[in-house]
């Protein structure tokens, strides 16, 4: 047999070193595939490891296959410890009665999810979340099941938390909604009292008020009466002492100076007590209401006030229908007239005094809204008020206020800012206006 060449590999040989090198190269691979792999199941641990949840794998037989760090943890062994072991071993057998229906849904293949309050061994007095993930073979059957389980017991003591602070914030609601309730009831009630009271206050004012109307009707008929039987009675009496005196004055006019002296002093004295008395006649009953009307009254009134004679400038303005304004209204706004001029005259010390009179409606048409009202005014431009207001000598102003308030009117008076007094009354037309 021929023996190779040196340095020569034989054919043979050569081949057994490619196989070499290609086995060589084949291992290389494979280590470094083993090596990723490793590399890959470490990085999936730890990712598994790292989280929250309980992370676990059973096969059919209920031994475990797989659990991350925490599953571990909480039962109580190294991970590779509960590896092998069955799911008995490590929750107990009462536990795994409890979740048996579960389980037997998961290895019929339905993916199970369930909330669970548990008091086991690893895991005492815990509310979980729970999953399991059936894993099925090339032939669809089930192999096992992952399972996951995650602690919500913060959540559910939240929620409880939530559901206690809402159920104690409906009871403080319904408890005060109820306190409300009785406290609203209570106004209401004191409400009622007040109106009860407040009408009982209005009917009381409007007797008072219907009284004084009374009252002052009641006056001016006992005034109209006084008036007429001074006219009638007096009136004839000292014209007739005036006869007499005349008669004794011209029988006796050569024959006895003193009679007739006599005579006519008797005769001057009538004279003078008959004007008293019809003074005192028009003080009581001003006539020109009865002959005239009240706009011809109250202009009467001014021209007699004697403002001229005071050195007073009258300017007045009495406003036209006027007719048929009820005669209490129409006395008690010539009485304030008459009053508030002899004021002017006797303590105002002014140049001027206007005086307006007027009639006017408020309100649209002739409805329940609609007032008809006469206004007074009468304004000076003397030394006005003094700062405490009216005096007591002017307790005439207080009686004419009273008497305009019983007719449901107001009176105002005050200082102009220009100097002197403003005085402005304001009374309803006609009887029914304030009696309700």
């Known amino acids: 047999m021929p023996r190779p060449s040196p340095g020569v590999a034989p054919p043979a040989t050569e081949d057994l070193m490619e196989e070499l090198r290609q086995l060589r190269a084949e291992n290389a691979r494979l280590r470094a595939q083993v090596e990723v792999e490793r590399e890959e199941r470490e990085l999936l641990r730890f990712l598994v490891d790292s989280l929250p949840d309980f992370v676990s794998y059973v096969d059919r037989d209920l031994h475990y296959r797989f659990c991350n760090r925490r599953y571990a943890e909480i039962a109580g062994r190294a991970a590779e410890r509960v590896v092998g072991m069955h799911a008995s071993d490590v929750l107990g057998e009462e536990a795994l009665r409890h979740i048996q229906p579960h389980v037997e849904r998961a290895l019929l293949g339905e993916w199970v999810q369930y909330e669970e309050h548990i008091d086991y061994r690893f895991g005492a007095d815990q509310y979980v979340d729970v999953q399991y993930v059936p894993r099925f073979g090339p032939a669809s059957e089930v192999q096992g099941f992952g399972v996951v389980v995650r602690n919500i017991t913060a959540e559910r003591k939240a929620q409880e938390a939530l559901r206690e602070n809402a159920a104690n914030l409906e009871n403080r609601v319904r408890e005060r909604t109820e306190a409300l309730r009785r406290s609203n009831e209570a106004l209401e009630r004191e409400n009622e009292a007040r109106k009860t009271a407040e009408q009982a206050v209005r009917q009381k004012g409007e007797q008072l008020r219907r009284l004084a109307r009374s009252l002052i009707e009641a006056q001016e008929m006992e005034r109209r009466n006084l008036s007429r039987e001074l006219h009638d009675d007096i009136g004839q009496i000292l014209t007739a002492v005036r006869a007499h005196a005349s008669v004794i004055r011209n029988q006796h006019s050569s024959s006895d100076e003193v009679c007739p002296r006599s005579a006519q002093t008797i005769m001057d004295l009538s004279g003078h007590l008959y004007e008293s008395v019809h003074r005192i006649m028009r003080r ?153």
């Open 284 to 436: 009581l009953r001003p006539r020109a209401l009865d002959d005239l009307g009240l706009a011809a009254a109250l202009q009467s009134c001014v021209d007699g006030a004697g403002l001229q004679a005071s050195g007073i400038a009258g300017h007045a303005s009495i406003g036209t229908g006027l007719e048929g304004v009820d005669e209490t209204v129409a006395i008690a706004a010539y009485r304030l007239l008459q009053e508030a001029l002899t004021n002017v005259v006797r303590h105002a010390a002014a140049r001027n005094v206007w005086i307006r009179v007027v009639r006017r409606k408020l309100g649209r048409g002739s409805g329940p809204n609609a007032r008809d009202l006469l206004r007074v005014s009468v304004e000076d431009d003397g030394r006005g008020l003094p700062e405490e207001g009216v005096q007591p000598q002017r307790l005439g102003l207080l009686g004419i206020e009273e008497r305009i308030q019983g007719l449901g009117g107001d009176l105002v008076i005050r200082n102009r800012p220009a100097g002197g007094v403003v005085l402005r009354a304001t009374i309803p037309v006609g009887k029914g206006e304030h009696d309700g």
